[in-house]
């Protein structure tokens, strides 16, 4: 079983700073792409940063600028670094990874973490 865990979420002050992790644990062969998405009650779970297997990085248009996104591949661990943080920023943010569990092709898919909430606000 794999599991994605991911931590750092907490109440910031508009204008502050956060960094998520997620980590992935269990019978992992190999880890292809990552990405953080965040979903706001009443509406779509939106895509916020990817990374893919060879590096390249995508930040949507809402964050670009404020947002860093890095992976550990030694670690199977993402960070988010988040700043100038703003109230329309509150959500749950979820951790995603295209993950190969053995040397076959077919054991490879999506697996989703369970959330982790930011606030920002005064």
């Known amino acids: 079983q794999v599991q994605l865990v991911e931590s750092g979420g907490g109440l910031v002050q508009p204008g502050g700073s956060l960094r998520l992790s997620c980590a992935a644990s269990?019978?992992?062969?190999?880890?292809?792409?990552w990405a953080w998405y965040r979903q706001t009650p009443g509406n779509k779970r939106e895509l916020v940063a990817s990374?893919?297997?060879?590096?390249?990085?995508n930040y949507a248009d809402f964050v670009k600028g404020r947002c860093t996104m890095v992976r550990d591949n030694t670690q199977n661990t993402v960070y988010l670094q988040m700043n100038s943080l703003k109230p329309e920023d509150t959500a749950v943010y979820y951790c995603?990874?295209?993950?190969?569990?053995?040397?076959?092709?077919?054991?490879?898919?999506?697996?989703w973490g369970k959330g982790t909430l930011v606030t920002v606000s005064s």
């Open positions: 269990g019978s992992i062969f190999s880890v292809y792409a």
């Open positions: 995603n990874a295209y993950i190969r569990t053995t040397t076959s092709f077919d054991d490879e898919k999506d697996y």
């Open positions: 990374i893919s297997s060879g590096g390249r990085i």
